[in-house]
Nanobody, 120 residues
């Protein structure tokens, strides 16, 4: 199983970015899908979560600005980020609980991270 995140880059304050993360490779089922981030000099934090039923949860600092969604047919999770601020600068990681074919339990998988830089 592999998770691959895309869409990072440099954006001006107030701008938007959309981060897709696609899971592939022998997937039978995916449980929750998540986005985390690690800002320079800070610990990794959970940004947003979406269950396989579509329930979402966000860290307070992004509520009203970020939207997490998923396309179960494509095994893909998205993070739409609007009204970005310099405090959103971080490496963003996707994460998912995946049940692979032939496995009896969900395993945790991580994408490689994508850099988001918010600066004028």
């Amino acid at each position: 199983v592999q998770l691959q995140a895309f869409g990072g880059g440099l954006v001006q304050p107030g701008g938007s970015l959309r981060l897709p993360c696609a899971a592939s490779g022998g997937i039978f089922s995916i449980n929750a899908m998540n986005w985390y981030r690690r800002a320079p000099g800070k610990q990794r934090e959970s940004v947003a979560t979406i269950t396989n039923g579509g329930r979402t949860n966000y860290v307070d600092s992004v509520k009203g600005r970020f939207t997490i969604s998923r396309d179960n047919a494509k095994n893909t999770v998205y993070l739409q980020m609007n009204n970005l601020t310099p405090e959103d600068t971080a490496v963003y990681y996707c994460n998912a609980g995946v049940l692979s074919y032939g496995s009896s339990r969900y395993e945790d998988y991580w994408g490689q991270g994508t850099q988001v830089t918010v600066s004028s």
